[in-house]
């Protein structure tokens, strides 16, 4: 269909007509959809070119076969078909679980319902719906004739608005999306980022006259003006995860910043953004620490990196010579800590006792030593994850704590600075393998 007046800024249709589509009937596996429907058309109002027709994906599903048999324990079933179709779990609060399916959607139970369709049964979503909606609409071409667009529907709900609407899952004979991005409106401002997801709006509007409860699974919009289908489909409409920035519930996202938390062995050379690492400071310095003190300091290494660096290999060197290593080993284990020559950004932790309470008898003195470390620990801990949810690797290097009196001495740091390790920053060069789960109990002793 043409679009003659888009880049004027004008809507796409001046006036639109919604009607069901009464007389499908019902859709059993194997069934063929364009024949039911065109067998609907000719009992009822005839379909014409231009027409958009919207269908409900539970009659898709159905004639596509995808029902589950429920058996004797429907939910358990259903538990498990949308275990099946989940490629990822977004969010969970009890029974509800939103998960994203293969299509790239995110639904409420990957889309697996059991409305609509006979107690002994769960019905799916359609394996490719793009596909079916341009297999209907072929099949509608070569009964009746006409140029129609199809738009299959699901229903789903939306963050941040209570109640459910339909949208768009699959898309044939036309642009599911409507690019604005360079359009000017009738104030002379340039829109840059407006695109409009039209097959959604479609979806929504059909299903005021199709309803939950009407059995009426198919409607038609007419006059609307489309564009040009761009062989992109629904797909179009899922937005990408590197742009998604709601990709987690809370709760889950909250979790993900620790399971998250690598240690980066090799950096790009993209530069680190100071303003990322002064958030992550900042979330680090909420970590508990006794007697009300805040007994962490973070230097950042910037004019006397290398200087740093060469004083900490010749340290570890020395050290391990005098413990026995031939050369090779010492050669070894220094490699070991060429990662932070590679990071892109070097912080110190450091413990400042300056807040401990002196204490003559020695047991209680390194106690309150202990009480200090465990904090300043925590403090690191909370800079690693904090690192992680700003989108950036890290690498604690602990060799640092054997050579604290020449980090001291290179940095200037006041003497009652204790350096507490080296964390290297920066954006991973690869991807870190997921971790397998370890099972609490086994580090878990009950007394």
Request: aromatic share 4%; charged share 25%; hydrophobic share 45%.
């Amino acid at each position: 269909m043409s679009d003659d007046h888009a880049a004027a800024g004008q809507p796409p249709s001046a006036e639109l007509e919604v009607f069901g589509l009464a007389g499908i009937g019902e859709v059993r596996p194997g069934d063929d959809l364009a024949a039911v429907v065109a067998g609907a058309v000719a009992s009822g109002r005839p379909l014409a070119d231009g027409d958009v027709l919207v269908v409900t994906s539970k009659i898709v599903s159905k004639a596509e076969g995808r029902l589950v048999p429920a058996g004797g324990n429907r939910e358990a079933v259903r538990q498990a078909a949308i275990d099946t179709e989940t490629v990822r779990e977004v969010a969970s609060r009890g029974p509800t679980r939103i998960v994203e399916t293969r299509h790239g959607l995110v639904l409420a139970s990957a889309g697996v319902d059991a409305s609509n369709v006979a107690a002994d049964s769960i019905a799916l979503l359609p394996v490719d719906p793009d596909a079916s909606a341009a297999g209907l609409r072929a099949g509608l071409a070569a009964r009746l004739g006409v140029d129609v667009a199809v738009v299959v529907t699901d229903t789903a709900g939306r963050p941040w608005r209570k109640g459910l609407t339909d949208l768009a899952i699959g898309v044939a004979g036309m642009a599911a999306l409507r690019s604005h991005i360079g359009d000017v409106d009738g104030y002379g401002n340039e829109l840059g980022m407006t695109e409009v997801a039209e097959a959604d709006e479609l979806a929504a509007a059909a299903d005021l006259v199709k309803g939950k409860l009407g059995a009426t699974p198919v409607a038609v919009v007419r006059g609307y003006t489309w564009l040009a289908d761009d062989g992109r489909g629904a797909r179009s409409l899922v937005r990408p995860p590197g742009e998604d920035m709601f990709r987690l519930g809370t709760l889950e996202a909250r979790r993900s910043a620790l399971s998250e938390r690598r240690t980066v062995r090799e950096f790009t050379a993209d530069p680190v953004d100071p303003t990322a690492v002064r958030r992550a400071v900042a979330a680090a310095l909420t970590a508990p620490a006794p007697h009300h003190t805040t007994p962490w300091r973070f230097v950042i290494v910037a004019e006397r990196r290398a200087e740093l660096l060469a004083a900490m290999a010749a340290a570890w060197a020395d050290d391990l010579r005098r413990d026995g290593f031939d050369e090779a080993q010492v050669g070894r284990r220094l490699r070991r800590g060429e990662v932070l020559r590679r990071a892109p950004l070097l912080i110190v932790p450091i413990m400042a006792l300056d807040g401990a309470h002196p204490y003559p008898d020695e047991r209680r003195a390194r106690a309150e030593e202990r009480m200090f470390t465990v904090a300043v620990g925590a403090g690191v801990q909370n800079l690693l994850v904090a690192l992680a949810t700003e989108g950036l690797g890290s690498c604690w290097v602990s060799s640092t704590l054997f050579c604290a009196d020449v980090v001291t001495r290179v940095l200037d740091l006041p003497a009652d600075w204790v350096p507490v390790g080296t964390v290297g920053v920066g954006h991973a060069a690869a991807a870190a393998a997921p971790r397998a789960p370890r099972e609490p109990d086994e580090y878990l002793l009950y007394r």
